[in-house]
């Protein structure tokens, strides 16, 4: 009975020393204060409830502070390449910098105190703009492979060069992530090249179809992608479809099914092509049902995209 109360006596004893101010575990000096960034290392501070939490968050630090610097250099370059807003740049790199992978970190300093771990890390900047700058590398490699092609036929270098249209933001990125972070302007501008590059090589398209409102459903598209419709005496691109109707009565309505057979062709033949049906019911008629399925086929067109209802996958 007495060693628990002894046992009892030292328990409050210790809790009521930790609760003094003066006697509260004090904090490492690196956390105090945690080296200065320098030409080589960037630095961060962080904390958790485990290691790799705090890892993260001294990570996410270092972020913040390279933010800064590549806020500077994608806003100068957007300036002088007037393809974006400064509103724009602000959320492209709020949304980008959480993407950014901070590779060849090392943790120097750890320490747990109260179950929270804390750490400092700390990133070698120039394996890490190397990193960026072999990314880089391999995105302007592509995109001139697509620049200088000249064997696909006009629509198909189109549809590539579209479909590039992403990693050549990813590359412009890059750049200014490599600019922010060795302070030297990459000049990279991959998106205003292959948007040149694409203004200057549009194909031109006719359709042959039998049906009014889903030409200029289709016409309505094609322009949308600002290309060059009708008056071609060799076409880039041939949109050709058909239309048949049929009808049945069921409990006193007309149920009109349409079935729709689709092909783009260019220079070097068939591209794709596709068959889909569509049918809706009416009280009033053949007439109108009909009109109800040609309704539908054009919210199909708006829906899904022009390329994907004649069979042809696109990025």
Not at 251 to 258: A, D, L, R, T
Request: net charge neutral; hydrophobic share 35%.
């Amino acid at each position: 009975m007495k060693n628990r109360l002894i046992l009892v006596f030292l328990t409050l004893l210790l809790s009521a020393c930790q609760s003094i101010p003066g006697l509260e575990p004090s904090m490492p000096d690196w956390w105090v204060s945690p080296p200065e960034d320098s030409a080589k290392w960037l630095y961060g501070l962080g904390e958790g409830p485990n290691l790799n939490a705090a890892n993260q968050q001294a990570l996410s630090n270092i972020a913040g502070k390279l933010q800064t610097k590549i806020s500077s250099s994608l806003s100068r370059r957007t300036q002088e390449t007037t393809v974006s807003s400064s509103d724009y740049i602000d959320r492209q790199l709020s949304s980008e910098i959480e993407k950014v992978s901070l590779s060849h970190f090392e943790t120097l300093k750890t320490e747990t105190l109260s179950h929270r771990v804390m750490t400092l890390v700390r990133v070698d900047k120039e394996a890490l703009a190397n990193d960026w700058s072999r990314q880089l590398q391999v995105i302007e490699n592509d995109l001139e492979k697509i620049l200088s092609d000249k064997q696909s036929g006009r629509f198909a270098w189109w549809m590539g060069a579209r479909s590039f249209t992403f990693r050549a933001a990813e590359g412009d990125r890059l750049a200014s992530l490599i600019s922010g972070l060795t302070g030297v302007d990459q000049g990279a501008q991959f998106s205003q090249q292959l948007s040149n590059a694409i203004s200057k090589n549009k194909p031109s398209v006719i359709i042959k179809g039998d049906q009014t409102v889903i030409n200029r459903a289709i016409t309505a598209e094609l322009l949308s992608q600002e290309l060059r419709v009708g008056g071609c005496k060799k076409c880039d691109l041939v949109i050709n479809y058909d239309t048949k109707f049929s009808s049945k009565v069921l409990f006193g309505e007309s149920i009109v099914k349409m079935d729709f057979s689709g092909t783009l062709t260019d220079n070097s033949g068939d591209i794709s092509s596709d068959h889909w049906s569509i049918s809706a019911s009416s009280v009033s008629g053949l007439d109108v049902g009909k009109k109800a399925t040609l309704s539908m086929a054009v919210q199909k067109i708006k829906g899904e995209g022009l390329w994907k209802i004649f069979g042809m996958e696109t990025k």
